[in-house]
């Protein structure tokens, strides 16, 4: 049996996660424009991707920023115990780490400074 078509298949896979529920979009073009769908069968406009994913981006760098400044405050505390025991050259260490992230998070909020405030 052959199966029957009212012209070409118009969907693209664009590859990118639904905001919704994370399934893979596809795009179907709208003249100058697109609508993006799932599995799901959520629907989405290109202007609503767009936002989705502009926070979803900003949510990630806030939630590697707030991770890192964690990691320094552990490093921290872990260097001056350290420091408190004798341990110089291992307190030593655990700063050259928090240097190296501070320095980490300097860069990414000058990579970013409008997601970010």
């Known amino acids: 049996m052959t199966e029957h078509r009212k012209g070409p298949d118009t969907t693209i896979s664009s590859g990118l996660p639904c905001p919704k529920c994370g399934r893979s979009l596809d795009s179907i073009p709208l003249g100058t424009s697109f609508l993006f769908h ?4 959520h629907e989405i406009s290109a202007q609503e991707l767009a936002t989705a994913q502009a926070n979803s981006g900003k949510n990630g760098i806030e939630n590697l920023l707030r991770d890192w400044q964690r990691q ?8 001056d115990g350290a420091r408190k025991n004798g341990h110089f050259d291992v307190a030593e260490i655990f700063h ?3 240097n190296v992230i501070q320095a980490r ?11 970010l405030q």
């Open 72 to 79: 320094v405050q552990i490093m921290s505390e872990l260097a």
């Open 105 to 115: 998070i300097q860069h990414m909020r000058a990579a970013f400074p409008r997601e």
């Open 96 to 98: 050259r780490q928090v």
């Open 38 to 41: 799932c599995g799901s069968g």
